[in-house]
């Protein structure tokens, strides 16, 4: 199964496609652009669902996928930005005297959305088959 995932936000928002491979694409856009990326993904990485997180801007993020042609449903986001932190950071860890400071006092230099989504994105994968279909529902 390919999923894409997008972590909701005002102005922004991270999109990540992952498989049983890993991660296949991940980026950070405007939301003005979201629906034609997500189309796009959609069509060049064979998606077969798409999941959106369920905090900020959610109910707008909804209706832009409103024509995506794939089932969109809505994830829990509760603790991902902190593990997505944690995820950034463990693919960039801090250099030179930044890495004398405990991680968790530090922020990424960069948006981290797109680590956001690849967190939804992975805990989706991670359910059992049956309970994805039915976990899900749209705001």
Do not use: N
Request: net charge positive; aromatic share 8%; proline share 8%.
């Amino acid at each position: 199964m390919i999923v894409l995932a997008v972590d909701p936000g005002r102005e922004k928002c991270g999109v990540a496609v992952c498989g049983p491979e890993g991660v296949v694409a991940r980026r950070v856009v405007r939301v003005s652009d979201l629906a034609g990326v997500a189309r796009d993904w959609v069509t060049s990485y064979g998606v077969d669902a798409v999941v959106v997180g369920d905090q900020t801007g959610c109910a707008h993020v909804f209706a832009l996928l409103r024509d995506i042609p794939v089932q969109v449903e809505a994830a829990v986001e509760r603790g991902s930005t902190l593990q997505a932190r944690r995820r950034y950071f463990q693919d960039h860890p801090p250099r030179g005297w930044r890495r004398l400071i405990p991680r968790s006092f530090q922020l990424p230099p960069v948006p981290y959305d797109d680590y956001a989504a690849l967190v939804l994105a992975e805990a989706y994968l991670a359910r059992p088959a049956g309970s994805r279909e039915s976990a899900g529902k749209k705001p």
